[in-house]
């Protein structure tokens, strides 16, 4: 099974378009991640949510708007999409946010491919 | 914000050599992470070691940690053509978040 799964798997749409990416773990943890990475391979935290509770939310616009349904799911929608919003967007999932114990090791989805034409 | 920054950007070695890679962060940190990203797939975690900690060993890696100088390095051991990947570290800064570097692409020739 897999542990985090993200769908879809590529997007392609057009200018202007709003979509949604969804990602869901099976792996019992309480924090969801939502990251960037940018085609120099740079990847940066967008959103993070514990418990359904958003914890960090980065410099993003506020086009893109994460919903947690529960625990096990974080879904990422953006409205009005523009060109350089295309990415790879990468869903994660961590025990919980201590870092001492390495709660927080990330287990990451395959992540979506998102080109904006 | 701060990140950490890798070193080399790319590195290819031949088959059987070993690679090291090198991170630098510039805060405190409560421990730090090596994840490796093969070509179109997510990030996948290989290796944390503790701030109080200063060498670790999992299988062929060996990851060493130096907060004196704010430096962490990944040793690969015997290197395989699987290993090619692109390998980051990452600091975790503060209470909540990991910050990630850009990456060192590595690439093993047969």
């Known amino acids: 099974d897999t542990a985090v799964s993200q769908t879809p798997k590529y997007l392609v749409t057009q200018m202007g378009n709003d979509k949604s990416i969804k990602c869901e773990q099976n792996?019992?943890?309480?924090?969801m991640y939502w990251y960037k990475q940018d085609s120099k391979k740079f990847l940066k935290i967008m959103f993070s949510y514990n418990n359904k509770e958003l914890i960090i939310n980065e410099t993003v616009p506020n086009r893109f708007s994460p919903k947690s349904p529960d625990k096990a799911h974080l879904n990422l929608h953006i409205n009005s999409l523009e060109l350089g919003d295309s990415a790879v967007y990468f869903c994660?999932?961590?025990?919980?946010?201590?870092?001492?114990?390495?709660?927080?090791?990330?287990?990451f989805g395959p992540g979506t491919r998102l080109t904006v034409l | 914000s701060q990140q950490g920054e890798e070193d080399p950007q790319a590195l290819s070695i031949q088959e059987g050599e070993n690679a090291t890679m090198n991170c630098s962060y510039k805060?405190?940190?409560?421990?730090l992470q090596w994840y490796r990203q093969n070509s179109g797939r997510g990030l996948v975690h290989l290796i944390l070691?503790?701030?109080?900690?200063r060498e670790k060993h999992s299988g062929r890696l060996r990851v060493t940690l130096d907060t004196s100088k704010k430096s962490s390095s990944l040793l690969i051991t015997a290197s395989r053509a699987a290993d090619t990947a692109s390998y980051f570290c990452a600091t975790r800064q503060g209470a909540q978040k990991l910050v990630f570097g850009q990456g060192t692409r590595l690439t093993i020739n047969p």
């Open positions: 805060t405190s940190i409560n421990n």
């Open positions: 994660a999932s961590s025990q919980d946010m201590s870092g001492r114990a390495g709660g927080d090791t990330q287990y």
């Open positions: 792996l019992g943890h309480d924090t």
């Open positions: 070691i503790r701030s109080n900690e």
